[in-house]
């Protein structure tokens, strides 16, 4: 059982560059979502999806852009990299609705440095 | 969601009992007690979670006071490996719609 898988592991982009954060999960989760934690804080919610066709904005949506296609991807798009995107870059997915009882499951990152 | 109150940091001697202590004052009826992990350069980790009741499992037990304003999870057995930040989080959800909002933590040191 894999979980919730990320790829790259690494990746260095340059300013104004695009690239997009893979992330797949084999537990036929309906919820993902993915989150930035930064150095020093939190993990902070950037968008998240309740199933297929349905996208909605976390906290932090700027400067990037999602879709779901499928039950099982949740790809992050940075649209024009900034170096206030570096980051450590976390998917994580769970059943919908939780009702309090479905905790997440999260890949283990990507870390991401814009220069 | 409400808010959480840990402690920075705690020790422990490996092979001891390890208590994280949480408070979380505003608790509303319907909000659940999460606690997760996050291992140094991994993804943050799920342990337990309870709403009113005492819980435990193969990782750890949560006991939950009778006003819920506070909780404590409790690593009977600590080893090296147990040695992350600790979580506590308060949600209706699980981590839907709204996210689930991690703290700072407590980073907990498991010494030799």
């Known amino acids: 059982n894999a979980g919730v898988t990320q790829t790259p592991k690494f990746q260095v982009l340059k300013t104004g560059q695009s690239m997009t954060l893979q992330c797949a999960q084999d537990m036929n989760h309906e919820y993902m979502s993915w989150y930035r934690q930064d150095p020093g804080m939190g993990l902070r919610l950037i968008h998240y999806?309740?199933?297929?066709?349905?996208?909605d904005q976390g906290e932090v949506p700027n400067g990037y852009n999602v879709s779901r296609s499928t039950t099982e991807d949740f790809p992050l798009r940075l649209l024009s990299a900034a170096p206030s995107q570096t980051s450590v870059y976390f998917c994580?997915?769970?059943?919908?609705?939780?009702?309090?009882?479905?905790?997440?499951?999260f890949g283990n990152g990507t870390r991401l440095t814009v220069t | 969601d409400a808010k959480t109150t840990q402690p920075p940091s705690m020790d422990c001697a490996e092979g001891r009992a390890a208590n994280l202590p949480c408070n979380h004052s505003t608790i509303s009826g319907n909000e659940y007690v999460y606690w997760y992990r996050q291992i140094h350069s991994q993804g943050p980790q799920y342990i337990i979670h309870g709403l009113k009741n005492n819980e435990t499992n193969e990782m750890a037990s949560l006991i939950i006071t009778e006003d819920r304003k506070s909780s404590t999870l409790i690593l009977p057995h600590a080893t090296l490996r147990d040695t992350a930040v600790y979580y506590c989080?308060?949600?209706?959800?699980?981590?839907?719609?709204?996210?689930?909002?991690f703290g700072k933590g407590t980073h907990l040191i498991i010494q030799p």
């Open positions: 999806s309740v199933g297929a066709g349905i996208t």
């Open positions: 994580a997915s769970s059943y919908f609705p939780g009702a309090g009882i479905s905790p997440l499951h």
């Open positions: 989080i308060v949600s209706t959800s699980g981590g839907g719609a709204d996210g689930l909002t």
